[in-house]
Nanobody, 120 residues
Framework: QVHVAESGGGLVQPGGSLRLSCEAT????????MYWYRQAPGKERELVAK???????DYADSVKGRFIISRENDSNTMILQMNNLKVEDTAVYYC??????????????WGRGTQVTVSR
């Protein structure tokens, strides 16, 4: 059964760091690209960072130089290291994983989200 789950959110002061994890069940057919999105109150969900199965990464301009995305393919885990956090980073952070099914098609699966709050 496919399952995607985030962990690691919490409350941190501006300038601090947090590390988010996302674990995805692989099934028998593999995992493609994985993503971090976030949604702040009253705003649309936005893409924060992406990592492909071969490790290529991309970031939103607002987090470049502060966030680092990585993945451990053996454990189907994706990490988002967030440094120098700002108040405007406050949001619910969601993991999305493109998981290959029995028909060899990639289907997007979302986690339930983890709250990140940056406040004094």
């Amino acid at each position: 059964q496919v399952h995607v789950a985030e962990s690691g959110g919490g409350l941190v002061q501006p300038g601090g760091s947090l590390r988010l994890s996302c674990e995805a069940t692989r099934g028998n057919y593999g995992i493609g690209a994985m993503y971090w999105y976030r949604q702040a109150p009253g705003k649309e969900r936005e893409l924060v960072a992406k990592i492909t199965s071969d490790g290529r990464t991309d970031y939103a301009d607002s987090v470049k130089g502060r966030f680092i995305i990585s993945r451990e393919n053996d454990s189907n885990t994706m990490i988002l290291q967030m440094n120098n956090l700002k108040v405007e980073d406050t949001a619910v952070y969601y993991c999305k994983a493109n998981i290959k099914n029995a028909q060899y098609s990639y289907i997007a699966h979302w986690g339930r989200g983890t709250q990140v709050t940056v406040s004094r």
